[in-house]
């Protein structure tokens, strides 16, 4: 299972896009990349799910380069409600029956 | 949308009693699911994958024999904890994924608060 990294921490205010960026250099040519939300003292959340170039919901946008190598989550006009910790995985489209290995994250504090 | 509920949310026990958490799909069916363990401030950490009908598929490091997982439905799992100490300790999760679904995702369950005094 390819390995992310993802900054530890960042910080941002209301109503301020938020763009976490994730390394995944060892990416196969099957994988995807999906990105989870958790709050405190709750199970994770899917936010979005994407291959290649821009997918984006009513949450979320997700952007990925060419080479697939990195990718960036991006959160347009967070709110307090959006300080939690963020996951960047990397699993086979047929997640189930993959494993999800979750890196350290990045914990996000959206300040008033 | 799916959703996957655990039971208790909470509970507190002695050391050297065991504990049985469950995890249930309430409204799909789930061939697999996953366990998950996570302590303060850290990451979520795959401790097995339980399989329905089938022995549970255990990671690296985890005590089989300490944590029993049986999955006799296709909507239920149990994870118990058995002769439990202050070191398990800790918040676990479980999550589920459809049967014969083409969806790439997993739902997760809210997570079990676990304290052993």
């Known amino acids: 299972l390819a390995k992310t990294t993802q900054p530890i921490s960042m910080d941002s205010y209301e109503g301020q896009e938020v763009n976490i960026t994730c390394s995944h250099n060892?990416?196969?040519?099957?994988?995807?990349i999906t990105w989870y939300q958790q709050f405190p003292s709750q199970g994770p959340r899917f936010i979005i799910q994407?291959?290649?170039t821009k997918v984006t919901n009513e949450v979320a946008s997700l952007f990925i380069p060419a080479d697939r190598k990195s990718s960036t989550l991006s959160l347009p006009r967070v709110s307090l409600s959006d300080t939690a910790v963020y996951y960047c995985?990397?699993?086979?489209?047929?997640?189930?029956?993959?494993?999800?290995?979750f890196g350290a994250g990045t914990r996000l504090a959206v300040h008033p | 949308g799916a959703v996957v509920s655990q039971h208790p949310s909470r509970v507190i026990c002695k050391s050297g009693t065991s504990v049985k958490i469950e995890c249930r799909s309430l409204?799909?069916?789930?061939?697999?699911m996953f366990w998950y363990r996570q302590f303060p401030k850290k990451s979520l950490m795959l401790m097995a994958t339980?399989?329905?009908?089938?022995?549970?598929?255990?990671e690296q490091g985890v005590e089989k024999d300490k944590f029993l997982i049986n999955h006799a439905s296709l909507t239920l799992s149990t994870l118990t904890v058995t002769s439990a100490h202050p070191e398990d300790s800790s918040f676990y999760i479980c999550s589920a994924r459809m049967v014969a679904s083409s969806s790439y995702e997993q739902y997760f369950g809210p997570g079990t608060r676990l304290t052993v005094t």
């Open positions: 994407g291959y290649k």
């Open positions: 060892n990416i196969a040519t099957n994988d995807y």
């Open positions: 339980s399989n329905e009908g089938s022995k549970a598929t255990y």
């Open positions: 995985l990397v699993t086979l489209p047929s997640g189930g029956y993959n494993k999800l290995i």
């Open positions: 409204d799909f069916q789930a061939t697999t």
